[in-house]
């Protein structure tokens, strides 16, 4: 059965927001079952949308990753258009002048490196200090309601991981707005406009909805669910294939001896994943221009496949195999003194670990407790079966 998203469950309730003047923080995601977006449809049906505000990548999710966005106003319907990833991540009092009430509308995809989860957040703060309300329009969680990973741990907070939320959190982005608001005392007016028919089980392509395209690397649900794990390979000096047509499903460098980094990954257990020897040259992002030499993964079981492991066997695989070239990426290191890898999984005891040549399935066994803790806490939350 078909889903109904929360933007079009909003549509058929019209009359209970009549009066408000609203906001509304979205993206190119932002569309109906019928991919009409979703800001004509709201506006047409007579909802006062005032102000638009978007996340990283941009309202209409063309800006690459990283790149700071500047406000603008929106040349079709001459709305001003407020950044939330340039010289703001939280909003200003001023730009909430005047609003009774924030949607938020955009595709989640259920992982916490996902820069839109925080941008939330920090709508919610802003919007609780000024007694403005939230109105979240949920969306199924593309890669279901399973939980994965470790939790960040206090000191090591982001703008990619944090909340002591699991790699892959299991929920919708309106039971994560309910964990943020309650587990963490934001305290703002909150509503959730629930799917119809939505089920934990569901992966995307089973929604009956068609793939939105959340961020520019994110192109279909394989690449999102290799993302879970792959996305560790950005704190270290290898390229994730930002820049090539398979963001996250090739990874490579220029130094690397791919036919002995296949024989020697081939050794770990890799169950719903095969992968290949694969050279490529990045456009754009990490060694742009350069010739790679890599691998590409596919997923052939995504209820076995685990991208996390595999991840860690690769960059162990890669710190005992090219010693003299592995680094740790510190392009980002922050004030904190954590570089990017630290930030991304959470803490700085499993690089410690990688790098005295423990395993992948050694260190996921660590993180079962906080994964199974993180699980009971997010259960409560639980809008869907």
């Not at 791919?258 to 490529?280: D, W």
Request: proline share 5%.
């Amino acid at each position: 059965m078909k889903i109904k998203p929360g933007i079009e469950k909003i549509l058929d309730n019209k009359t209970k927001y009549a009066k408000m003047n609203l906001g509304l923080l979205t993206n190119s995601s932002g569309v109906t079952s019928k991919l009409e977006i979703n800001l004509e449809k709201l506006l047409e049906s007579g909802f006062k949308i005032k102000k638009l505000f978007g996340p990283e990548h941009g309202i209409w999710g063309a800006v690459a990753d990283g790149e700071k966005v500047k406000d603008s106003v929106d040349p079709r319907y001459n709305l001003p258009v407020y950044s939330l990833y340039g010289a703001h991540l939280k909003p200003t009092q001023e730009m909430l002048d005047g609003l009774d009430a924030v949607i938020y509308d955009i595709q989640d995809v259920g992982l916490r490196y996902y820069t839109y989860i925080y941008t939330l957040g920090y709508l919610m703060e802003a919007c609780a200090e000024k007694c403005i309300k939230i109105i979240v329009l949920d969306r199924p969680n593309p890669l279901g309601g399973k939980v994965e990973g470790p939790v960040v741990r206090k000191g090591f907070e982001s703008f990619v991981g944090g909340y002591a939320l699991s790699v892959r959190y299991g929920l919708t982005i309106g039971e994560l707005a309910h964990y943020l608001n309650n587990e963490f005392n934001i305290g703002v007016d909150l509503e959730i406009v629930e799917m119809d028919n939505w089920r934990r089980k569901l992966y995307y392509d089973e929604t009956g909805l068609l793939w939105p395209t959340p961020s520019p690397n994110l192109p279909d649900l394989e690449h999102t669910i290799l993302y879970t794990g792959l996305c560790l390979l950005e704190g270290v000096n290898v390229s994730v294939g930002r820049g090539t047509v398979h963001p996250f499903k090739y990874i490579g460098a220029p130094w690397i001896d791919s036919k002995e980094l296949l024989k020697r990954l081939e050794k770990f257990p890799r169950e719903g994943i095969e992968m290949r020897e694969r050279s490529f040259i990045p456009f754009s992002a990490k060694y742009m221009n350069e010739l790679c030499y890599g691998l590409e993964f596919y997923v052939t079981d995504r209820e076995k496949a685990n991208p996390l492991k595999l991840s860690l066997n690769l960059i162990h695989v890669l710190i005992t195999l090219h010693p003299d070239h592995f680094e740790w990426d510190h392009v980002y290191h922050d004030a904190k003194g954590l570089n990017h890898f630290d930030r991304l999984i959470g803490n700085s005891e499993y690089k410690v670990l990688l790098q005295k040549g423990v395993t992948g399935e050694e260190i996921a066994e660590l993180w079962k407790e906080e994964e199974k803790s993180f699980m009971e806490i997010a259960q409560k939350y639980h809008l869907y079966r």
